[in-house]
């Protein structure tokens, strides 16, 4: 998220949202162009028969299948931009797999206010001066999905997940290719990764979900351990958009339960 998973960028910028408010109603959003163009084949004629092994070529680009797989935790601290606020906001997040089961902490603070979110066995949860909310619908079912692996990719490589493939393709966009896949989880919620044709990196995620709806963009990719990731998102919602810049990841800590609450 983000590391790759996406999601829960959009966790944080939500939080960051509620508990630290709104500074009046936000502009018209920057939108990146909603449909491409697609076109009829790949110039090189590879990869788009075989939609599997190419996530796995483009997943060596940021350190290979195994290297993603072997993430059992991270932390990170990251500073949040939002459109509609002068000040920024200061971040931590930690995400923990056990087996069978993951963990999400996010501590937000900025203005003097602190909140946070925590995402569990027991569901998603947000944390703020008047107590702790559950949060079900469609935001839960996404966010499901992007804590469950910490590259969107592992999901689609794994048969027992049930994740069906709707299209794989390249397509033109904003002057350049890029390949397109989009697939359907068995719950319905729906997953579109854009990757850059010439670098194989991954440029856009989208997942969206009986109205609900969030999309990345990524940049600024730099290494960390044996992996790559952005340090630059940007985070498209209803609401407008939200930069996270990531200053500092730590991977496979030894993080005990309840860091924050």
Known sequence: MPLMSALWYAILVWSGACLLGCAGPRPDPPYPPSE????????SGDSLQEPIAWLRRALNTTGGVQAWASVRSYRQELELERSAQPQNHDLVL????????????VAVS???AQGGLLFNAEGLFLHGPQGRQRLD?????????QLARPRPELLLLEPQGGWRLLAAELIQRDGGLVYRLQAQAPDGVELELLYSAATLLLEEESWRASGYSVRYRYADYRPVGPLRIPHQVDVYTQEGRDRLRVLLTELNLELPEGLFW
Do not use: K, N, Q
């Open 36 to 43: 491409p163009s697609p076109i009829s084949a790949s110039p």
């Open 94 to 105: 930690l995400w923990v797999r056990y087996p069978g089961r993951m963990r999400l902490e």
């Open 110 to 112: 900025g203005d003097g």
């Open 137 to 145: 619908g469609p935001m839960e079912r996404v966010v499901r999905w």
